[in-house]
């Protein structure tokens, strides 16, 4: 669902790049060789085994973003998957938090669950709420 929804997420980026602040965490890969595989990584070479360090992690996480053609800022989650833990993150969600730290919106989980358009719906009510969500 990631890859399928890269496109209006880079776009959502664009839009509201200026009014809010953006960060996605690359959790971990999805379907990796040494894993469970799916046809279409094979199909689009998006094949990778499962990352033993940070710095393979952070290979992989980069060649997505260049895959997807992704400009938004990116972090890495630890090695330990702290923000997967903590956040629930995996697989796939949307987290719109304000800048007090309350989170504003949460999306259900992957696959089903990730809507980039409710996302961008409850980014659009808190900006025209006036809030402030730009650091």
Known sequence: PFRRQAGNIEAMFQQY?????????????????????????????????????????????????????????CLLDDMQGSANRDYAAWPARFCIVRTDGTVHYYSGRGPRGFKPKEAENALIKLLEEGAPTAP
């Open 17 to 73: 790049k200026d009014r809010a602040a953006f960060l996605l965490i690359y959790i971990r890969e999805a379907h990796p060789t040494d894993g469970w595989q799916v046809k279409a990584n094979v199909r689009d070479k998006v094949v990778y085994a499962a990352p033993k360090a940070m710095d393979d992690r952070a290979l992989i996480a980069s060649d997505c973003l260049k895959g997807l053609k992704l400009t938004l800022p």
